[in-house]
C-alpha cells in the first residue's frame, strides 16, 4: 500500500516561488507515476502534471508550463513540486498523488494549502 | 484537451434515495473514466475505475457504467456518509482533465 505524506502549509508573496514535497513509501519508488492535482478554495480538481519516475519523463499542463516542475529523487523516495512567479490566483491546496494498477490517482496526499498573498 | 462536464453540479437527496451523477466527455474514451469521492478538507477518494470497476473497499451501492461519450455513477441508496462532491476525471490522454464536481447535500 502507497502512503504519500506532503510537507506543510505555506505562505509566500507574489512573484516568489513555492516547493511542496511528497515522501512515499511502501511499493517501489523508482516505477511511480505522481502526479500534481490543485484545488483553488471552493473550486474543482485540476491536474497541473505529473512524473513517470522510471524513464525520467515528465509531462505538464498548456496552463502551468514554463512555471512549474516536477522532480523525484528516487535516493529519499520524495516528489517535489516548484512553482514560480506566484500570483494570488495560486492560492490552493496542492495535492499529490501516485498511479496504481487501477487510475492515475489511486493514492493520495493529504494536501498542502499554498496562500499566496503580499 | 477533452473537457469533462458533469451534471448535474449539484443535488439535494435524502437518506435512502437513489442518486445519479451523469459525465459526458467532449470526444470518446472508451472506458477510461475514473469516479472519486471528496469530503470538506480532505483528499479525493477513489471510487470506481475503467468506468464500472469498484476500487478495493469501496461499497457495492456505489456502481458505474458507460462507454466512449457518456457515464454515469450511481448511488443506490444514499447513506449520511455518502454527503459529499464526486468528480469523474479521464485518463484516456493527458492533460488528464476532471469533471467540474457534483455536490451531494442532504435535502
Redesign the interface.
Known sequence: QVQLVQSGAEVKKPGSSVKVSCKASGGTFSSYTISWVRQVPGQGLEWMGRIISLLGITNYTQKFQGRVTITADKSTTTAYMELRSLRSEDTAVYYCAAEGYNSPFDYWGQGTLVTVSS | ?IQMTQSPSSLSASVGDRVTITCRASQSIANYL?W?Q?KPGK????LI??AS?L?SGVPSKFSGSGSGTDFTLTISSLQPEDFATY?C?Q?FS????????TKVEIK
Open positions: 484537451d475514473n472519486y471528496q483528499a479525493p477518494k477513489p475505475y475503467a470497476s476500487q468528480y476525471q485518463s493527458t492533460p488528464l482533465t476532471f469533471g467540474g464536481g
